[in-house]
């Protein structure tokens, strides 16, 4: 086994090693672009971590590692587009530093890229990878869409918000780290509870994404502190505080998600208010926390070694204490 920081080297490695400059270069230009930003890569690492659990070399998951790292950029370049988002990993994003066809165009490529990665593998792990690849990438447009709906929907609930954030985040987490399962042929049993931890710390990592999205360091945080709330998205954080607030508050923040308003900051300003002082923010970091513990729970109903189970708790800890 590697270190975590070993990983992410191994997976920039195999992706420059990968990136080709080819015409017509306003296609693939903005795709290296968006790949080259950075950022820590969770869902590649998991990949070929979770191949090493199962004892196979990492080196055989690099190319479903990639698959995944490619096809989890050509969501946020969709996203960025839907959102209008000004910036990605503190960086301009694609549709604003070319244009909103060319990052339609780039992303559409960067999909059936992904798709290409699978092409290593022998047919029989072909197409276990393909299908849970396929299941999931729709589950993915689903939950997108389920976000936009519920922009102008003031019924939101919790059960429809989780489902929402299973869909859109949490199923690529989850495939993620079953693929190294699949790589490894590892026993049914193991690589569905390992999908459940992946699932259980998808949930967990986009409940903290709601809320450094409101309270996190703009220096570190990497995009628009705020964004959620001038796109009036209703977060865990929003649909908390309307349980918990004031009747007074509760008007208060639907009204300030019901509208755009011109001065954004004091429309954060406000909704921060709400959500601190109805509890909100406090109940989000428990459901936080309890996604994270019931994601070590299954941790130890796996068949592998403690040395191994370890590296997966510290990896799922290290990530529940990110600030960006």
Wanted: negative net charge; charged residues 25%; contains cysteine.
């Amino acid at each position: 086994m590697h270190t975590v920081s070993q990983y992410q080297e191994f997976v920039i490695e195999y992706l420059q090693s990968q990136l080709e400059v080819k015409e017509p270069k306003n296609l693939y230009e903005p795709i290296h672009y968006i790949l080259g930003l950075g950022g820590k890569r969770i869902r590649p690492v998991l990949t070929v971590m979770s191949a090493e659990i199962f004892d196979v070399s990492y080196k055989k998951a690099l190319p479903a590692a990639l698959a995944v790292e490619i096809f989890h950029n050509f969501s946020l370049v969709h996203d960025d587009i839907m959102d209008d988002a000004p910036l990605r990993r503190g960086n301009t994003t694609v549709h604003e530093k070319w244009n909103t066809n060319t990052a339609i165009l780039s992303g559409d490529a960067m999909l059936i890229l992904a798709y290409q990665y699978f092409e290593f593998y022998e047919p029989k792990i072909f197409r276990k990878l393909a299908k849970l690849f396929s299941k999931t990438a729709l589950r993915v447009c689903e939950g997108q869409q389920m976000d936009v709906d519920f922009e102008t929907r003031q019924d939101v609930t919790i059960p429809e918000y989780m489902k929402m954030i299973e869909y859109k985040t949490a199923v690529l987490v989850a495939a993620a780290i079953k693929m190294g399962a699949i790589i490894a042929e590892a026993a049914t049993e193991n690589a569905d509870l390992i999908y459940d931890f992946g699932l259980n710390l998808g949930l967990a990592f986009q409940l903290q994404d709601d809320y450094l999205d409101a309270f996190g360091n703009p220096e570190t945080f990497g995009k628009q502190l705020g964004g959620d709330i001038i796109e009036n998205k209703k977060t865990y954080l929003y649909l908390k505080a309307m349980e918990f607030a004031s009747e007074a508050d509760k008007q208060k923040l639907a009204d300030l998600f019901s509208t755009q308003i011109e001065d954004n900051a004091v429309k954060i300003i406000q909704a921060k208010e709400i959500f601190v002082n109805s509890g909100a923010a406090t109940a989000t970091q428990k459901a936080i926390e309890e996604y994270t513990f019931k994601a070590f729970d299954l941790l130890d109903q796996m068949k592998i070694k403690d040395d191994k189970r370890q590296i997966l708790r510290a990896f799922g800890e290290n990530l529940m204490g990110r600030k960006v």
